[in-house]
């Protein structure tokens, strides 16, 4: 059974810096791109960013930038999410998934909340 | 970035009875290699994002067969064929076609 265990989350002043991990079982993690996704109060979806089997290719969405960095390590099977110079427009829950665009494969994590205030 | 637009935001259903939910996108979604990639997912309360629903039409595994997807080009649509209490939550429909891959605003179906 596929398992996606998000932690690091937590409260961090605007400015600061958090760095999120993700454990991933349950399947090949080194086969699958893995992806960060986050959904802010009141609802909204989105793309954070995406990272490829080896490494080797990395996706951001605009809003992040130049702040956020996506990683992983096979022989752990896990990936990272670092983020540096966080606003109050980042304050998420942010879910760690994995997923195949033509294939039923699509599994996410239960979230981890960050809060980003003063 | 692809901007999509679900309809209605809000579904009071009966029990038993069929709901459908529109989803726009603002340019085609139909890939280089020819696929479309059109996802729906399900959040119930309380829960992660699910995914029912991949490539227009191909439900994941697990999916009761009264969800089902159709639409092409730009224009989709979730069918629900017979609502029941657990599909209380909000749906959203979801673009993987272009970069950044975005979601639309949700539609919340509840029982009336």
């Known amino acids: 059974e596929v398992h996606l265990v998000e932690s690091g989350g937590g409260l961090v002043q605007p400015g600061g810096s958090l760095r999120l991990s993700c454990a991933a079982s349950g399947f090949i993690f080194s086969d699958y791109w893995m992806i960060w996704i986050r959904q802010a109060p009141g609802g909204g979806l989105e793309w954070v960013a995406t990272?490829?089997?080896?490494?080797?290719?990395?996706n951001y969405v605009d809003s992040v930038k130049g702040r956020f960095s996506i990683s992983r390590d096979n022989a752990k099977n896990s990936q990272y999410l670092q983020m540096n110079s966080l606003r109050a427009e980042d304050t998420a829950i942010y879910y760690c998934a994995t997923t195949t665009r033509g294939a039923p494969f699509d599994y996410w994590g239960q979230g981890a909340l960050v809060t980003v205030s003063s | 970035d692809v901007v999509m637009t679900q309809s209605p935001l809000s579904l009071p259903v009966t029990l038993g009875q069929p709901a459908s939910i529109s989803c726009r996108s603002s340019?085609?979604?139909?890939?280089?290699?020819?696929?479309?990639?059109l996802n729906w997912f399900q959040q119930r309360p309380g829960q992660s994002p699910r995914r029912l629903i991949y490539?227009?039409?191909d439900r994941d595994s697990g999916v009761p067969d009264r969800f089902s997807g159709s639409g092409s080009g730009s224009d989709f649509t979730l069918k629900i064929s017979r609502v029941e209490a657990e599909d209380v939550g909000v749906y959203y429909c979801m673009q993987g076609a272009h970069w950044p891959y975005t979601f639309g605003q949700g539609t919340k179906v509840e029982i009336k």
């Open positions: 340019q085609s979604l139909v890939d280089t290699d020819g696929n479309t990639y």
């Open positions: 490539k227009v039409s």
């Open positions: 990272i490829k089997q080896d490494g080797s290719v990395k």
